[in-house]
């Protein structure tokens, strides 16, 4: 974005703007990464107010500021906006923006893959248009706008991830953002605290649909009954299916991992064999909707085969870290029944390494049923392929007492709070046959054993 401040009041219905002619180049809610050119956005919380650090802001590059009419004692000599609400004014600048922008949007949601999705796509459509997606987790009210708002006028594709936890957040973000484009990677548990079942969550999830363009497409986890049912039930929505089963418009099989990722097979609106330097059959069916969004935009299969093989993912995702002779996966950025399930499935059928090691983390966010569902993994780990599992957090203590029966004291572990068992239990254990899945939600901080210095 480059736009002059008096644009940026005019959007917010705003006449004599002090500084009209000022620059803003960026967005940021931030000092500590503000950028020079950016407009510093300040929100009031209990806790903090950051009107406090607006001259700060100033002092690092801010171009401008916004400042509410009702926060006494605005600085003097500097160029502010005044608004009455800040998220609501970055909200429709954004919306401004957006309607003025000549890229094409693509909207992504879903329980799991919303991220790794994200990341193949931008890859795979980066040697050939200029991309720019949402960085890190800037996928919410606030975070979208600011992605929006960053885009460079130049821009030729956006890819916008769209997250939630409960009814109505997805369709604000899609009505904003207006994408020619939505992708809906699964229906998984997250946030069954606050949706109330897997029905509530696919609901939730399907609100993207009420912002797509007119002439856009809809690519969904077609294995997936919920969503199907999602499908039918709205009428003239055009949509292509992708997954595992053979009804699906783009059908993956004959899935093969090494150490340097997964090749397989695709048939459908594409055919032929592939290969993405990624592990796990989740992760081949996050490819499977970059693939048939690369081919709606126009590229061949040969243009996806050899964009495909450079694609590199956001950190703690199916990630492979060496440490000394010891290999990790580390997945530890999230964790729901579904991913958790996928990663283990993942782990108890590759043959990278002969030794298999499970370090898993409580599942967060799942209501009422967590308990259940954190037993249930039981029947997930196959005591004959799995040789050692590790397990942390208080949740992690019912799934403990399921796997008693399956396994003996010397290869079980459960630490409720302390992380030092089990980096005891791999220093001691595990050699250059072992390959260790590190996955647990992000609060869980998993990540932290991988860098223990005792492993180093």
Not at 7 to 17: C, D, F, V
Not at 60 to 77: F, I, Q, R, V
Not at 79 to 97: G, S, T, W
Not at 361 to 390: F, P, R, T, W
Request: net charge negative; hydrophobic share 40%; glycine share 8%.
């Amino acid at each position: 974005m480059k736009k002059k401040l008096q644009q940026l009041a005019t959007w917010l219905t705003i006449e004599n703007q002090a500084f009209p002619d000022t620059v803003v180049t960026g967005i940021s809610i931030d000092t500590r990464t503000i950028a020079k050119g950016d407009l510093f956005i300040p929100f009031r919380g209990e806790a903090v107010n950051g009107h406090r650090f607006v001259e700060q802001a100033f002092e690092k590059g801010a171009a401008a500021s916004l400042w509410m009419k009702d926060e006494p004692n605005p600085p003097e000599n500097l160029p502010l906006i005044f608004v009455d609400d800040p998220e609501q004014a970055l909200q429709k600048m954004a919306e401004c923006y957006r309607n003025e922008h000549k890229a094409t949007f693509i909207g992504i949601t879903g329980s799991n893959g919303k991220t790794s999705s994200k990341d193949i796509l931008a890859g795979t459509l980066s040697p050939y248009f200029k991309v720019q997606k949402t960085i890190g987790n800037f996928n919410n009210q606030l975070g979208l706008p600011i992605t929006i708002l960053q885009l460079d006028e130049d821009t030729e594709i956006s890819v916008l991830e769209m997250g939630m936890s409960g009814f109505g957040e997805i369709e604000f973000l899609t009505k904003l953002a207006r994408p020619h484009y939505v992708i809906i990677t699964n229906i998984g548990e997250a946030h069954m605290q606050d949706l109330g079942s897997r029905e509530g969550i696919a609901k939730a999830k399907f609100e993207i649909v009420k912002g797509l363009n007119e002439e856009g497409l809809l690519f969904f986890d077609g294995d997936e009954p919920l969503l199907q049912s999602l499908v039918a039930r709205t009428p003239n929505l055009k949509t292509q299916s992708f997954g595992f089963t053979r009804s699906q418009d783009l059908v993956a099989s004959n899935i093969v991992a090494t150490a340097q990722g997964s090749s397989f097979h695709v048939e459908g609106a594409i055919n032929g064999d592939f290969f993405i330097s990624v592990l796990g059959e989740h992760q081949v069916k996050n490819t499977l909707n970059a693939m048939l969004v690369s081919r709606a935009l126009g590229l061949t299969d040969d243009q996806i085969r050899e964009a495909l093989k450079q694609v590199v993912l956001t950190d703690m995702r199916m990630q492979l870290i060496s440490v000394g002779e010891l290999l990790f996966i580390n997945d530890a950025y999230n964790a729901a029944p579904t991913s958790m399930h996928a990663a283990i499935q993942f782990i108890e059928q590759t043959t990278i390494r002969k030794e298999k090691w499970l370090v898993l983390g409580d599942m967060l966010e799942l209501g009422n049923d967590e308990q259940s569902m954190h037993e249930e993994v039981a029947a997930y780990i196959n005591n004959q392929k799995i040789s050692y599992v590790c397990l942390y957090g208080p949740r992690m203590k019912w799934l403990y007492e399921k796997l008693q029966a399956k396994f003996d004291a010397a290869h079980l572990v459960y630490s409720e709070q302390d992380y030092d068992p089990i980096i005891n239990k791999i220093k001691l254990n595990a050699t250059s046959e072992s390959i260790i899945l590190v996955k647990g939600s992000r609060g869980m901080q998993l990540e932290k054993i991988i860098q223990s210095n005792e492993l180093a």
